[in-house]
């Protein structure tokens, strides 16, 4: 750099989302040096052991340098990227720039860099078109590029070729169009057939791609010529999936490196298998009289619209459980060498999805009724599978509710969550043979486990609570004498 370079050069660090994460993996660069950027303009999509979410750069200018390349982890607080705020001739910088030297670092006032999704104006997350390199003609304003990638998208959706902007500008080599909208789960379907975004035609609400258009991009491309011209004398034809290719046996290891989701999963479950004492205790119950129950809701006019499975009784049957045994609700405080009682139940649901095993938690799911307890773990099955669930989400927890069961298992020994003195394992529900009444039927059946933390429950606490807990599943009708 130059020896006025402060008044030129900006980096932009690697944000801290306040949410005790120390790292975050670039798993794509939206922009290359030498491409003009805009304040709020997404610029890389980063992956934490949390989410995977997109980082606005907070100035105007022309990108200098990228630090990192994709694929790489990068700690918080490492400078990612360098942004020439003064590019090109003295008369092209701001006034402002121009007045008094800045620090490299220094973020503009009243801006933070914080993640898309922890507290971004709305304003300065809009996703921005950028300029094509600088060569093929006159500057273009930032107003006029945005306005061509507009008509141009516009255009393409539309099957036909944008309308020049009003008023004429100088021509432009190539505008980028927007970067195509997508849910995470779509982009790795997408990643994994090998789909480019940019050739897919989107059917979901306000443009999104969904998982029916990438597999649709995969399948023979239709006769007609593409909607947009190319520059190749003949049309890109759509990219097909790739080939499944036979077992090479000469290889005998696969290394897949642990990051993300699954590094901190191993961390954490590492930490709390070798800081709690775990105790797990198992029931087996007949449960037929709780699937009655969920059946005869899913017709009870005041639940419309809400999803009813097992799920949702089991919960229900913990939060009662936890009232008459409050003593499981807590946790153990280290430091202080104190038993912090909880007096509120953040009920943690363990959710698989496309990046890992992930544990959001129902805020106050003690002082839910029995339909808001319905719509919140519905929303929060929802926003896991898209890949949207916030670090926010999954702190906080006090008690978790494992469902092995939808896997065919019977139960397992769950590892507890750090901070969390219980967890709750399902099984899954069978039909198998069992005495009722003094004769053998066929019987709805599960088999529930517990862990729990020895240093704050002990073996009667814990075995009265899942007792309690298999008793309401045995008759429902206890969540109304018990509750």
């Given at each position: 750099?130059?020896?006025?370079?402060?008044?030129?050069?900006?980096?932009?660090?690697?944000?801290?989302?306040?949410?005790?994460?120390?790292?975050?993996?670039?798993?794509?660069?939206?922009?290359?040096?030498?491409?003009?950027?805009?304040?709020?303009?997404?610029?890389?999509?980063?992956?934490?052991?949390?989410?995977?979410?997109?980082?606005?750069?907070?100035?105007?200018?022309?990108?200098?340098?990228?630090?990192?390349?994709?694929?790489?982890?990068?700690?918080?607080?490492?400078?990612?990227?360098?942004?020439?705020?003064?590019?090109?001739?003295?008369?092209?910088?701001?006034?402002?720039?121009?007045?008094?030297?800045?620090?490299?670092?220094?973020?503009?006032?009243?801006?933070?860099?914080?993640?898309?999704?922890?507290?971004?104006?709305?304003?300065?997350?809009?996703?921005?078109?950028?300029?094509?390199?600088?060569?093929?003609?006159?500057?273009?304003?930032?107003?006029?590029?945005?306005?061509?990638?507009?008509?141009?998208?516009?255009?393409?959706?539309?099957?036909?070729?944008?309308?020049?902007?009003?008023?004429?500008?100088?021509?432009?080599?190539?505008?980028?169009?927007?970067?195509?909208?997508?849910?995470?789960?779509?982009?790795?379907?997408?990643?994994?057939?090998?789909?480019?975004?940019?050739?897919?035609?989107?059917?979901?609400?306000?443009?999104?791609?969904?998982?029916?258009?990438?597999?649709?991009?995969?399948?023979?491309?239709?006769?007609?010529?593409?909607?947009?011209?190319?520059?190749?004398?003949?049309?890109?034809?759509?990219?097909?999936?790739?080939?499944?290719?036979?077992?090479?046996?000469?290889?005998?290891?696969?290394?897949?490196?642990?990051?993300?989701?699954?590094?901190?999963?191993?961390?954490?479950?590492?930490?709390?298998?070798?800081?709690?004492?775990?105790?797990?205790?198992?029931?087996?119950?007949?449960?037929?009289?709780?699937?009655?129950?969920?059946?005869?809701?899913?017709?009870?006019?005041?639940?419309?619209?809400?999803?009813?499975?097992?799920?949702?009784?089991?919960?229900?049957?913990?939060?009662?459980?936890?009232?008459?045994?409050?003593?499981?609700?807590?946790?153990?405080?280290?430091?202080?060498?104190?038993?912090?009682?909880?007096?509120?139940?953040?009920?943690?649901?363990?959710?698989?999805?496309?990046?890992?095993?992930?544990?959001?938690?129902?805020?106050?799911?003690?002082?839910?009724?029995?339909?808001?307890?319905?719509?919140?773990?519905?929303?929060?099955v929802s926003v896991a599978r898209d890949g949207k669930t916030t670090p926010a989400a999954m702190q906080g927890g006090t008690i978790t509710i494992t469902n092995v069961g939808v896997f065919g298992v019977d139960t397992?020994?769950?590892?507890?969550?750090?901070?969390?003195?219980?967890?709750?394992?399902?099984?899954?529900?069978?039909?198998?043979?069992?005495?009722?009444?003094?004769?053998?039927?066929?019987?709805?059946?599960?088999?529930?486990?517990?862990?729990?933390?020895?240093?704050?429950?002990?073996?009667?606490?814990?075995?009265?609570?899942?007792?309690?807990?298999?008793?309401?599943?045995?008759?429902?009708?206890?969540?109304?004498?018990?509750?």
């Open positions: 750099m130059t020896e006025n370079a402060s008044l030129r050069y900006r980096e932009f660090k690697m944000p801290d989302v306040g949410e005790g994460l120390t790292e975050a993996e670039i798993l794509k660069w939206y922009v290359q040096p030498g491409d003009r950027v805009t304040d709020g303009q997404v610029v890389c999509e980063v992956e934490t052991a949390k989410a995977a979410v997109e980082l606005p750069i907070p100035y105007d200018g022309v990108v200098h340098e990228l630090r990192y390349p994709e694929g790489t982890t990068v700690d918080v607080g490492q400078v990612i990227i360098a942004v020439d705020v003064a590019p090109g001739t003295a008369s092209e910088a701001a006034p402002a720039e121009a007045a008094a030297p800045e620090s490299d670092t220094d973020e503009p006032k009243g801006r933070q860099p914080v993640l898309v999704g922890y507290g971004v104006a709305e304003s300065s997350t809009k996703r921005r078109a950028r300029k094509a390199p600088a060569g093929s003609g006159a500057p273009v304003a930032a107003a006029t590029v945005a306005a061509a990638a507009a008509a141009a998208v516009q255009g393409e959706l539309n099957g036909h070729a944008p309308a020049p902007p009003a008023p004429p500008a100088p021509a432009v080599s190539a505008v980028s169009a927007e970067r195509p909208l997508a849910k995470p789960p779509v982009r790795k379907l997408a990643k994994d057939l090998g789909v480019d975004l940019t050739q897919v035609v989107p059917t979901g609400p306000d443009g999104i791609i969904t998982r029916e258009d990438v597999h649709a991009a995969v399948a023979p491309a239709a006769p007609e010529a593409p909607a947009a011209p190319v520059a190749a004398p003949a049309p890109v034809p759509v990219q097909q999936a790739p080939q499944a290719q036979p077992v090479d046996l000469g290889v005998r290891e696969t290394r897949i490196p642990v990051k993300g989701v699954r590094k901190a999963t191993a961390a954490a479950m590492v930490n709390s298998a070798f800081t709690a004492p775990h105790v797990t205790e198992f029931i087996t119950v007949d449960i037929t009289r709780t699937m009655k129950l969920v059946e005869e809701l899913k017709s009870d006019r005041d639940m419309t619209g809400l999803r009813i499975n097992p799920l949702l009784i089991i919960a229900r049957a913990l939060l009662v459980a936890v009232k008459r045994n409050p003593g499981v609700n807590a946790s153990w405080d280290e430091a202080a060498q104190e038993i912090v009682q909880k007096h509120y139940v953040n009920l943690g649901i363990a959710a698989a999805t496309p990046r890992g095993l992930i544990v959001p938690n129902i805020k106050d799911a003690h002082a839910k009724t029995l339909p808001e307890l319905a719509g919140a773990l519905a929303e929060l397992g020994t769950p590892i507890l969550n750090p901070g969390e003195s219980a967890i709750l394992a399902v099984g899954a529900i069978k039909l198998q043979p069992w005495v009722h009444k003094g004769k053998v039927k066929a019987r709805q059946v599960t088999t529930l486990g517990l862990s729990f933390d020895h240093r704050l429950v002990d073996g009667e606490l814990g075995s009265r609570f899942l007792a309690d807990v298999a008793a309401i599943l045995e008759n429902p009708k206890r969540l109304i004498t018990w509750g």
